[in-house]
C-alpha cells in the first residue's frame, strides 16, 4: 500500500484567515450582527462551519439569525473557494516533493467537503491526490472516520498526518498516526506541543525534510 501524508488545509495548507474573516464578518453584517477580529476567528475555525457560527454568534443571535448566517456565509465563502486560495509559500514545491519521492498526498478537512473540493481544484490541482471535507454521515475531526475514508479511498497507509492546531494532534493521536504540528497556522506553538505533536515545523523546508526522512526510513 502506498505511504499517504494527511494534511489538514486552513492554516497548514491555506492561508485563509484573512479569506475566512472578511466572508464570516460579511455574513454577519448582513443580518445585522457585531464583526469579529482575525485573532477572535483563530479561535472560532477548526471544529467545522457549524461550530464557526455558533462561535461567531451569541445563543440568541444564533437562534434567531443562525440559519441565515450560515447559509449566508457559505455561498460567499464557496464563491471564494471557486477563485482560488492563498497558498503557503513552498506548498506546491512540497507536495510536488512528496509525490516525486512515491507518496501520496491528501487533504482531510471540517470545511464542508464541496468547499473543499472546489479549494482542490482551484488553489492545488495534482498537487493533491485527495481532498476531503466533512461529508454527511461521516464524523468531523478529530473523530479518525474522516481520515481512514481518505487512506480507504487512496488504498494506503499513512506516513504522517500534519496540522496547524489541537483538534489536528488530537485527530492523529486517536488514528495512532505521527503527527507533526506546524506553526504557521491558527494555533501557537506552545498549543501544539501540549496537545501532543510528535515534531513541530517552523518552516515549509523544515517540514519537507522531516516528512522525506520519514519515506526514507519507512516508518
Same mark, same amino acid.
Given at each position: 500500500m502506498a505511504p499517504?501524508?494527511l494534511?489538514?488545509?486552513?492554516g497548514? *495548507?491555506?492561508?485563509?484567515?484573512?479569506?475566512?474573516? *472578511?466572508?464570516?464578518?460579511?455574513?454577519?453584517?448582513?443580518?445585522?450582527?457585531?464583526?469579529?477580529?482575525?485573532?477572535?476567528?483563530?479561535?472560532?475555525?477548526?471544529?467545522?462551519?457549524?461550530?464557526?457560527? $455558533? $462561535?461567531?454568534m451569541?445563543?440568541?443571535?444564533?437562534?434567531?439569525?443562525?440559519a441565515?448566517?450560515?447559509?449566508?456565509?457559505?455561498?460567499i465563502?464557496?464563491?471564494?473557494?471557486a477563485?482560488?486560495?492563498?497558498? +503557503?509559500?513552498?506548498?506546491?514545491?512540497?507536495?510536488?516533493?512528496?509525490?516525486? /519521492?512515491?507518496a501520496?498526498?491528501?487533504?482531510?478537512?471540517n470545511?464542508?467537503?464541496?468547499?473543499?473540493?472546489?479549494?482542490?481544484?482551484?488553489? +492545488?490541482?495534482?498537487?493533491l491526490?485527495? /481532498?476531503?471535507?466533512?461529508l454527511?454521515?461521516?464524523?468531523t475531526?478529530?473523530?479518525?472516520?474522516?481520515?481512514r475514508?481518505v487512506?480507504r479511498?487512496?488504498?494506503?497507509?499513512?506516513? /504522517?498526518?500534519?496540522?496547524?492546531?489541537e483538534?489536528?494532534?488530537?485527530?492523529?493521536?486517536?488514528?495512532g498516526?505521527?503527527t507533526?504540528g506546524?506553526?504557521?497556522?491558527?494555533?501557537?506553538? $506552545? *498549543?501544539?506541543?501540549?496537545?501532543g505533536?510528535?515534531?513541530?515545523?517552523?518552516?515549509?523546508?523544515?517540514?519537507t525534510?522531516?516528512l522525506?526522512? $520519514? *519515506?526514507?526510513?519507512?516508518?
Amino acid at each position: 500500500m502506498a505511504p499517504v501524508f494527511l494534511f489538514d488545509l486552513d492554516g497548514t *495548507l491555506l492561508d485563509s484567515l484573512a479569506d475566512i474573516t *472578511l466572508c464570516a464578518n460579511t455574513a454577519l453584517e448582513i443580518s445585522g450582527l457585531p464583526q469579529h477580529t482575525p485573532e477572535e476567528y483563530r479561535g472560532y475555525i477548526g471544529n467545522g462551519v457549524e461550530m464557526l457560527i $455558533r $462561535r461567531m454568534m451569541s445563543p440568541e443571535a444564533y437562534e434567531k439569525h443562525g440559519a441565515r448566517v450560515r447559509g449566508d456565509y457559505m455561498a460567499i465563502y464557496g464563491d471564494l473557494c471557486a477563485q482560488g486560495g492563498k497558498r +503557503f509559500p513552498g506548498v506546491l514545491e512540497m507536495l510536488e516533493g512528496l509525490q516525486r /519521492a512515491g507518496a501520496k498526498t491528501a487533504v482531510i478537512s471540517n470545511k464542508p467537503d464541496h468547499q473543499t473540493r472546489l479549494v482542490w481544484k482551484s488553489t +492545488f490541482g495534482k498537487s493533491l491526490d485527495l /481532498a476531503q471535507g466533512q461529508l454527511e454521515g461521516i464524523p468531523t475531526k478529530p473523530d479518525p472516520a474522516g481520515p481512514r475514508e481518505v487512506l480507504r479511498r487512496l488504498e494506503g497507509t499513512c506516513a /504522517a498526518y500534519i496540522g496547524d492546531s489541537e483538534v489536528d494532534m488530537q485527530t492523529g493521536k486517536n488514528c495512532g498516526f505521527y503527527t507533526v504540528g506546524v506553526t504557521w497556522g491558527m494555533k501557537p506553538r $506552545r *498549543l501544539l506541543a501540549q496537545s501532543g505533536a510528535d515534531a513541530l515545523a517552523d518552516t515549509m523546508e523544515e517540514l519537507t525534510g522531516l516528512l522525506l526522512a $520519514r *519515506l526514507e526510513t519507512g516508518a
